[in-house]
Nanobody, 124 residues
Framework: QDQLRESGGGLFKTGDSLKLSCAGS????????MSWFRQAPGKEREFLGG????????TYPNDVRGRFTIFRDDTKDMVYLLTNSLQPEDTAVYYC?????????????????WGQGTQVTVSS
């Protein structure tokens, strides 16, 4: 069974760094696009960035560019999300997702597999 599982969430303080991991299982994700989203309470799921399987650099939306870093290890079917200096507004459930086509897309409808999400809560 194809699965994605996020880890690394929890309770953080303002200014902390964050590293989230996403592990793929049941299917090799080495030739897929892998992306991160987050969803804050009462808001829509937000695209944070994605990385094609053959790409060196991830694609980020303008409103979060510079805050997040995404990289992957295809030998382990893993993708990671890093950020420094967490803020309370970063409180959300963070999801990884993958799509079998190679282009990075920002819409949730373009992704085939999703993890269950990991909660990140940032206190002030």
């Amino acid at each position: 069974q194809d699965q994605l599982r996020e880890s690394g969430g929890g309770l953080f303080k303002t200014g902390d760094s964050l590293k989230l991991s996403c592990a793929g299982s049941g299917h090799t994700f080495a030739r897929t696009t892998m992306s991160w989203f987050r969803q804050a309470p009462g808001k829509e799921r937000e695209f944070l960035g994605g990385l094609r399987w053959s790409a060196v650099n991830a694609t980020y939306p303008n409103d979060v560019r510079g805050r997040f870093t995404i990289f992957r290890d295809d030998t382990k079917d893993m993708v990671y999300l890093l950020t420094n200096s967490l803020q309370p507004e970063d409180t959300a459930v963070y999801y990884c997702a993958t799509r079998t086509r190679s282009a990075v897309r920002t819409s949730v409808d373009d992704y085939d597999y999703w993890g269950q999400g990991t909660q990140v809560t940032v206190s002030s």
